[in-house]
């Protein structure tokens, strides 16, 4: 956009009409294209009703392109379940980086990859990487928030150490699987753990033809169960029993799972242009899993 045009919508932008404003952000198309316009026009804004229509336009600048690269990375075979995750987590941190994120990953790969050989066995390999995941670098379950928002993107993770069940499985899958280890989420209600089966999945949707060693609990510092652990847990909750619940799922299912949960949050906060956002990145997974309507991208 040039000079002059900056201007004018400049000009356009500090109109108080609020009819004005609507018919300039209908005009516009609201991608990642216009971030870098839309930045010039707010560092030279100088007044609020600017300031305000800049910040509201950037944003939603931001979510669409959000919604294209989550559509598109959903598409991607297999799916790195951690580019999800960062891509999840730039709804809150827009310019948090995927290297920032994957270079951390990175680290503790490597030190869990000097304790790994070929010879040890399924649980001898998770207790090595359990090691290094909780006991080296402090990965936790975060019991006493529950309800906090920034427990729910990985970047928050990886600072703190703590997360919830759905963010702290995020990052434990995608550790093991850049080790090259079978382990993929189980969307068990209110508590999302992980399996580790007995083959390498390949580009199917869901590992749905392996076979499943044992189940491992990320948020419980890594302790593995069997299925009649499932079965108690599920009855306890007095809910019907699902194969769902005992079955490895691909590594989108997971990412929609967490974006569900940060639905739940930002509902639970009445935060509800939030709750609208995240039931739009909803329907890319499923539209069966959705609460209610919410609104394709601008």
């Not at 336009?57 to 598109?72: D, I, Q, S």
């Not at 990965?139 to 970047?155: E, M, P, V, W």
């Not at 990412?255 to 509902?267: C, D, F, P």
Request: aromatic fraction near 10%; hydrophobic fraction near 40%.
């Amino acid at each position: 956009m040039k000079g002059s045009s900056l201007d004018a919508l400049l000009l356009l932008l500090k109109d108080p009409d609020r009819d004005t404003f609507e018919a300039v952000s209908e005009s516009l198309v609201l991608d990642s294209k216009l971030i870098p316009t839309l930045e010039n026009l707010w560092n030279r804004a100088d007044d609020e009703i600017s300031v305000s229509r800049l910040d509201w336009l950037m944003r939603r600048a931001r979510f669409n392109t959000l919604y294209e690269k989550l559509a598109e990375w959903k598409k991607s075979c297999p799916a790195d379940i951690i580019e999800g995750a960062w891509l999840v987590a730039t709804y809150q941190q827009p310019y948090l980086t995927f290297a920032e994120v994957s270079e951390a990953v990175d680290k503790i790969v490597k030190d869990a990859w000097v304790k790994l050989n070929e010879e040890q066995r399924p649980k001898e390999k998770v207790t090595a990487l359990n090691h290094i995941f909780f006991s080296k670098f402090g990965f936790k379950g975060d019991r006493n928030n529950i309800d906090s928002l920034d427990n729910a993107y990985i970047h928050h993770v990886l600072r703190t150490k703590n997360g919830n069940d759905v963010s702290l499985a995020i990052l434990y899958i995608g550790v093991a699987q850049r080790l090259h280890i079978p382990i993929y989420g189980v969307p068990l209600p209110g508590n999302f753990i992980s399996v580790f089966v007995d083959d390498d999945v390949t580009c199917e949707d869901a590992p749905l033809g392996a076979d499943v060693l044992f189940y491992i609990n990320p948020f419980m510092d890594g302790a593995h169960f069997d299925s009649p652990e499932i079965t108690g847990y599920v009855r306890k909750l007095n809910i019907p029993v699902q194969h769902a619940y005992y079955r490895p799922c691909s590594n989108a299912t997971v990412i929609g799972t967490l974006l569900e949960r940060l639905l739940s949050l930002y509902e639970e906060k009445n935060m509800s242009e939030n709750a609208a956002d995240l039931k739009a990145l909803l329907k890319i997974f499923s539209k069966d899993i959705l609460s209610g309507d919410g609104y394709p991208p601008m």
